[in-house]
């Protein structure tokens, strides 16, 4: 008796996983496939090829309106369930109508605005925010860092898996290393407790997990910003405590922001491009700040650039010189 075929969707989860693909990669990948099959009226995608994919992508800007970014992940989708799933090569697609990524300059607090903010916040999300701006992380960095990522003899942070699938190293600001290493003692105290209580694992690569068959549970493992409660991880089935989530985090910083009087649009990423900005101010090289940020291109890091305070540039509007009497 032959066995059945897998579904289109299952053998692209599968081939997410075998490649370490992030959970939330493999679930966009999944819906966005998902939708392509479905804008065709569900005709399989071996039937289809380039025509269908520009028609797919050039809804997505013509009708959809959607993001320069958001197509991109959208045709990388498209190009994964081709090239790695089905094993079928797709020539160059021609005449796709393409989003225009809006050119904007990023949002940055002032040295004062950053700690009103992080005054707002309290116990571990204060924290967490003070290594998301002092170490210039992205919010899912900050969210991933394990207990072996950090190095308080170098005052290092190891990222890795980083945007890209790249590792770098960045700073550990001093001035926060010793709440940081009262934060981890309180957690390898939680931590015994999930291991007697038969949990304490985290979830790690697939690959080194069959390597290591233990590694799960060791401690070095563990997220340093852990979950407060125990889940089910939806690819193993494995109850586990997992990171804290993003969504949420958003929320508590948004808050943050809010009470502290805050009026620029804000978001977790401020704190990176404000940690970015405020380097340039001191003087540091754009190089150095490209290598911290892990930015592939220096005309990335350059974008700073454009927000930053320069001394040569503080000039006075003609109104101050001709009318500085006049009220509004």
Known sequence: MEKPKKKLLDLVREECRFRHLSYHTEKAYADWIRRYVQFHGMRHPEEMGETEIRDFLSNLAVNGKVAQNTQN????????????????????????????????????????ETTRVIDELEGVYRLMATVQYGSGLRLIETLRLRVQDIDFHRYQI?????????????????????????HLSRLKRQHDRDLADGAGAVHIPEQLSRKYPNAAKDWRWQYVFPSKSLSVDPRTGIRQRHHLNDINVNRVYGMAAKRAGITKRFSSHVFRHSFATHLLEQGVDVR????????????????????MRKPEADITSPLDTLLPNIAP
């Open 73 to 112: 992940q959208a045709y990388n989708a498209i190009l994964f369930l081709y090239k790695k799933v089905l094993r079928k090569e797709i020539g160059p697609v021609y005449g796709a109508r393409r989003s225009r990524k809006p050119q904007r300059i990023p949002v940055v607090l002032t040295p004062d």
């Open 288 to 307: 150095i700040i490209q290598e911290l940020l892990g930015h592939k291109n220096l005309e990335t890091t350059k974008i700073y650039l454009h927000v």
């Open 158 to 182: 190891t990222v890795r898996g980083g945007k890209g699938d790249k590792d770098r190293m960045t700073m550990l600001p001093k001035a926060i290393a010793e709440a940081l290493q009262n």
